[in-house]
């Protein structure tokens, strides 16, 4: 008998704008030139649906997009960045990427950047995720009373009345 050997894959989630799908299957998934790291945004696939599409609403906010989401598997072997949303992040495999989402106590915030370009052949699907989830502004906003700072509400929702309680206060 024959042993071939599988190379083992790590799946994450990439949330994008519908207006970029043909372009995404066409090209992949290029890197980020305009955040905090150069590379791409993806969350492992975890069992919990709100963990894996946590920011689709803070994107939706952002941008008011129609979102799908793509499956993507790259090698386990692959470095990755993994940390909270404006926190410090650290190198690992793309195989422990997942088991920190997985065991993390509080999942919520944590993202994931695959370091290179995600070619078309690793796209495994594309779907409309069903409803949005997620937080708004950071994770733990429930009940703390947002920044009224000019820089902190540019073009938000209700942005005019939180300035005016900010400036009155």
């Not at 290029?30 to 305009?34: E, Q």
């Not at 963990?51 to 941008?63: D, F, I, P, S, Y």
């Not at 000019?150 to 509400?153: H, I, V």
């Given at each position: 008998m024959l042993s071939v050997k599988c190379k083992k894959m790590a799946q994450f989630i990439y949330l994008f704008d519908e207006r970029d799908l043909s372009r995404i299957k066409k090209n992949g998934i290029?890197?980020?030139?305009?955040n905090a790291f150069d590379g791409v945004y993806l969350f492992p696939q975890t069992e919990n649906y709100e963990?894996?599409?946590?920011?689709?609403?803070?994107?939706?906010?952002?941008?008011s997009l129609n979102m799908l989401a793509a499956r993507i598997r790259i090698p386990d072997d692959t470095p990755v960045l993994i940390g909270k949303y404006n926190s410090e992040h650290i190198e690992v495999t793309a195989a422990k990427a997942i088991g920190i989402a997985r065991e993390h106590e509080d999942p919520l915030g944590l993202e994931v950047i695959a370091l290179r370009k995600i070619e078309p052949k690793e796209i495994i699907s594309f779907y409309k995720p069903?409803?949005?989830?997620?937080?708004?502004?950071?994770?733990?906003?429930?009940?703390?009373?947002p920044c009224g700072c000019?820089?902190?509400?540019r073009g938000e929702p209700y942005s005019k009345r939180i300035k005016l309680e900010y400036e009155n206060t």
């Open positions: 290029k890197k980020s030139k305009y963990v894996n599409h946590q920011w689709m609403r803070e994107l939706k906010r952002r941008n069903p409803k949005v989830t997620g937080w708004r502004y950071y994770p733990a906003a429930k009940g703390v009373k000019e820089y902190c509400q």
